[in-house]
Each structure stands twice: as structure tokens, then as C-alpha cells.
């Protein structure tokens, strides 16, 4: 390095500080402006695709919060399907009590009516047959009080004592 520090020529200097810049205006014209072109496209490529990525960040939380929205609105509306649901089923469980208690309650009333109905046509069997015995009864012993004399003068005198009493 001292040798080329104490062997200073001015000449070779010259060329090379000519080349040097020969150099530099040949990169600039021909190499400069297309590797500045591309770095300037790669940066705003970089940028756009962080652009882009923010974007996609952003739509995304949309996306979510609209998801969130919606499933929300979904289970809201699959509660109430469910409560009128419920409902729906209480009131036909209701309903078909009443029904039954109205249709039980009818078919109490019928029974009762063809219980007593029942009665008084048994009870005016009863009757009839207990006035017909009464007169069966009523008739064989008058034959048989009437198939005799004395008994039948007998009947008279008290049926005549009786009313001479009252």
C-alpha cells in the first residue's frame, strides 16, 4: 500500500478518474434508470401487497363481525322458533285437556241421564210388577175369602163395622 501511495503518477490518475466517470455516465444511461425503475416497481409492489394485505385485514374483520352478525341473528331466530315452538305445544297439550275434560264431563252426563233413565224404567217395571202381584194376591184371597159363606158375611160385618166408625 506505501508503494502505491509514494508512486503517485498523474497520468495514470487521469485515465482512471476518466474511465471512472465514463463509467459512472455509461451506468447512468444505460443501467441506472432501469435498476432505479425496477426497485421503484418493487417498492411499490411491496406496497400495494401490504395495501392489499390491510385491505384483506380489513374485510376480513367485516367479514367476522358480518358472521358474528348473522349467527347471532340465527340463534336469536332459532330461540324464538323454539320458544313459539313451546308455546305451540303447551297450548295443544292444553287444548287436548279441555277437549278430553269436555268430551269425559259429556260422557259422564250421557251415563248419568241413561243411569236414570234406567231407573225409572226399572223402578216403573217395579211398580207395575208389584201392582200386578198386589192384584194377583188381592184376587186369590177374595177367592178364597168369597168361596166361603161365613167368610164372606164375616167380610161384611167388618167392612161395614169399619165404616160405621169413621
Request: proline fraction near 1%; avoid cysteine; charge should be negative.
Amino acid at each position: 500500500m506505501d508503494k502505491l501511495i509514494y508512486q503517485f503518477e498523474f497520468g495514470l490518475f487521469f485515465w482512471q478518474v476518466l474511465i471512472f466517470v465514463g463509467l459512472i455516465l455509461l451506468l447512468k444511461k444505460f443501467a441506472w434508470k432501469p435498476i432505479l425503475d425496477a426497485v421503484n416497481t418493487r417498492e411499490q409492489g411491496i406496497k400495494d401487497a401490504l395495501l392489499s394485505a390491510e385491505n384483506a385485514r380489513k374485510e376480513m374483520e367485516n367479514l367476522q363481525a358480518d358472521n358474528q352478525r348473522i349467527l347471532n341473528e340465527a340463534r336469536a331466530e332459532r330461540d324464538a322458533m323454539l320458544k313459539e315452538a313451546r308455546e305451540m305445544r303447551e297450548k295443544m297439550i292444553t287444548d287436548s285437556k279441555n277437549e278430553a275434560q269436555e268430551a269425559g264431563q259429556k260422557m259422564i252426563e250421557q251415563a248419568k241421564a241413561a243411569i236414570e233413565s234406567e231407573k225409572n224404567a226399572a223402578m216403573a217395571e217395579l211398580k207395575s210388577q208389584v201392582s200386578n202381584l198386589s192384584l194377583s194376591i188381592a184376587e186369590k184371597i177374595l177367592k178364597e175369602e168369597l168361596s166361603n159363606k161365613e167368610s164372606q158375611t164375616k167380610l161384611v160385618e167388618k167392612m161395614l163395622g169399619d165404616v160405621k166408625l169413621n
